[in-house]
């Protein structure tokens, strides 16, 4: 249990600093560049996160599902499994950082208006990249080498962006900042495959290794491609019917309220690489109750977060986009489109489920469900009502796909469940009282960080005062958890 805490609070804490940095350096890039080259720089990241599932293929993915079952005494059978999905990646890669470059010119005029094609032909290198490392990184988490990964991982993310701003802060121009990113990343893509080389033999890649991952992972790949769009469609359609400042602007948003996201991935990470062998142990109702408790967990963390980001948005803009710009209707957006990042979070605990059962071909219809109203509503509602539009079409997007997940594959949500979640909003309107009692000038991070500590602190003292047999129900499953994973490893 000691071990499992430990590597959840590394992978915590490396995940909080990556999802931070998106934020904290907003300052820096607007102060530099100003909001439209941010919006412009926003856009070129999207570009390589929605190319990359096409070069990765999800190969990294059935790590998880098969590695994590060979003994570390294997070494060549661990090195057959690395090898006969890396060399695929590799060569993957490089033709998806070859189609972005081709498709540059065609982004460049119609989102980019006419003015960033060097920087995004220069950026199609760093598909190759994040391709290795989406498919490597899994590799540490099936041989359950967490803190190496979180490092990793840490430094991975946090070192081509920050190479970034110092390359915009020198020259004052998006390309040059894109330059240094893509020289960052490729080197730290190198040392994160050196240091899993290093401990595997050079052996020839296995075929039949290869179908057995891609036959697994080729559905989920479509699925994160379906969720890249999902994800990032409103940011393109927001910059052809907008501009790139209101693009900043959401941006912003979406990165606040993605912490929510984040919550889940410590958790997803750490019970991934425990819970196949549980359940290929017969212990399927134990598995399933487990995750529907943390999926409660979750929910009580995050409803406290989003209403914190309601609250606070309006001093979040000011203070990160270093203007005053009043976003009409900024509390309602706030609202749909943290309740729809809360959605999305929370088909995650369910797509456990289907990995679990080696059914991923229905994550990738689930994601259907979700791709088309989503796309459908930015292209009509962004026009007509603005970014409200786009966070209505997120919030009805994932609510979809969680109603039509829900009715094949069931965590045990009853009506107990909707008293604890409704219990949780109903709690975490204190905040209102405590944000009225210190209602003071929100103008620098630091009394922002006082204030959002001050409303969040109250919400769990009142869950803890309130919800003390839920905490204790929720403790003793995990107990529970930890009795069968130990049991299953004894035996082994």
């Known amino acids: 249990m000691k071990k499992f805490l430990s590597d959840t609070l590394f992978i915590t804490i490396g ?72 060399l695929p990646t590799v060569l993957f890669g490089t033709l998806g950082a070859g189609l972005l470059y081709l498709l540059a010119p065609l982004l460049n005029e119609e989102f980019f208006s006419g003015k960033y094609l ?27 080498k967490f803190k190496l990964y979180s490092v990793l991982t840490l430094l991975y993310e946090l070192s081509p962006y920050t190479a970034f701003v110092i390359g915009l802060m020198i020259k004052g121009e998006v390309f040059w900042g894109i330059l240094c990113y893509v020289i960052t990343d490729l080197f730290m893509i190198s040392i994160m495959v050196i240091s899993v080389v290093k401990d595997l033999k050079m052996v020839w890649p296995s075929k039949l290794i290869f179908m057995q991952y891609f036959l697994f992972s080729y559905p989920l790949a479509i699925s994160e491609i379906e969720g890249g769009l999902l994800n990032k469609v409103d940011k393109y359609c927001i910059g052809a019917f907008m501009d790139l400042n209101a693009v900043a602007v959401y941006n912003v948003i979406i990165r606040a ?181 210190f209602n003071f000038d929100i103008d620098t991070v630091w009394l922002l960080i006082v204030s959002v500590g001050i409303s969040f602190i109250s919400y769990f003292a009142l869950i803890l005062l309130l919800k003390r047999s839920f905490l204790l129900a929720i403790k003793k499953s995990f107990e529970e958890f930890r009795r069968i994973t130990n049991s299953n490893i004894s035996n082994n």
């Open 15 to 86: 995940g909080l600093l990556n999802r931070m940095k998106g934020i904290v350096f907003i300052p820096f890039i607007t102060a530099a560049a100003g909001a439209v080259n941010y919006g412009a720089f926003v856009l070129i990241l999207d570009n390589i996160r929605m190319t990359k599932p096409f070069a990765s293929i999800g190969l990294g993915m059935g790590f998880q599902r098969f590695a994590s079952a060979i003994d570390k005494e294997e070494k060549h059978l661990l090195s057959q499994h690395f090898f006969s999905i890396f």
């Open 118 to 144: 060097a920087a995004i032909q220069l950026s199609s290198l760093a598909v190759l990249s994040n391709t290795c490392f989406s498919n490597v990184s899994k590799f540490l988490l099936a041989r359950k």
């Open 257 to 437: 309220c993605g912490v929510i996201d984040f919550v889940t991935t410590p958790i997803r990470k750490q019970m991934m690489s425990y819970l196949p062998k549980v359940w290929d142990k017969g212990f399927k109702q134990e598995s399933i109750h487990t995750i529907r408790q943390t999926l409660l967990l979750f929910l009580l963390i995050t409803v406290g977060l989003l209403t914190c980001f309601t609250l606070y948005m309006q001093q979040i803009l000011e203070i990160f986009l270093q203007e005053d710009r009043p976003v009409e209707q900024l509390q309602l957006i706030v609202l749909l489109i943290g309740f729809g990042i809360i959605f999305s979070a929370s088909k995650r605990f369910y797509y456990l489920l289907i990995k679990l059962k080696n059914q991923s071909m229905d994550q990738l219809i689930y994601q259907l469900v979700g791709v088309i109203p989503n796309f459908l509503l930015n292209y009509l509602l962004i026009p007509k009502i603005g970014l409200l539009g786009a966070a209505l079409a997120t919030f009805v997007s994932y609510a979809l796909i969680l109603i039509v997940i829900n009715a094949k594959h069931k965590l045990d949500i009853d009506l107990d469940f909707f008293k604890h979640f409704g219990s949780f909003l109903i709690i975490s309107l204190s905040m209102l009282l405590i944000k009225e009692l």
